[in-house]
């Protein structure tokens, strides 16, 4: 069973979930996350676009980025077709468990005379898994 269904603190992103909602304590949480970014569509030219997601197995939600950081998380990068893979998260305990994350997506561009620019944004997302 896959959750379309991405919770999202802050603002609204364009971003479609596939993950398992469920899973058995022997398996590892994959899927992955599509995510389109409002960089895509930049016409810029000398351009250099990345996308992180950090993920972290949580109890609370951080306040901010900063304190998120301090947390252990796993990282993934976005590959071909804006596709996120999420692969071996385990869980060593049954019941509920909320994952927390950052999508940073960075953006660099070449302005001339030596000089980047760069801008990033960073959204906070959340996922509930239950382990069986």
Do not use: C, W
Not at 19 to 29: A, E, F, R, S
Not at 45 to 71: G, W
Not at 80 to 100: C, N, V, W
């Amino acid at each position: 069973m896959f959750d379309e269904g991405l919770q999202i603190k802050g603002d609204a992103i364009n971003v479609l979930y596939k993950l398992p909602d469920t899973l058995t304590i022997k398996d590892t949480l994959k899927g992955y996350i599509v995510y389109k970014s409002v960089y895509d569509t930049l016409r810029v030219p000398n351009k250099e676009h990345f996308v992180d997601f950090y993920l972290a197995k949580t109890n609370f939600l951080s306040k901010d980025y900063m304190e998120f950081r301090t947390k252990k998380s796993d990282t993934f990068a976005r590959i071909r077709d804006s596709i996120i893979p999420i692969y071996d998260i385990t869980f060593k305990k049954r019941g509920a468990h909320m994952l927390e994350g950052y999508i940073v997506d960075h953006l660099y561009y070449d302005v001339g005379n030596d000089s980047v620019h760069y801008k990033s944004l960073k959204n906070q997302v959340m996922y509930s898994v239950y382990v069986k």
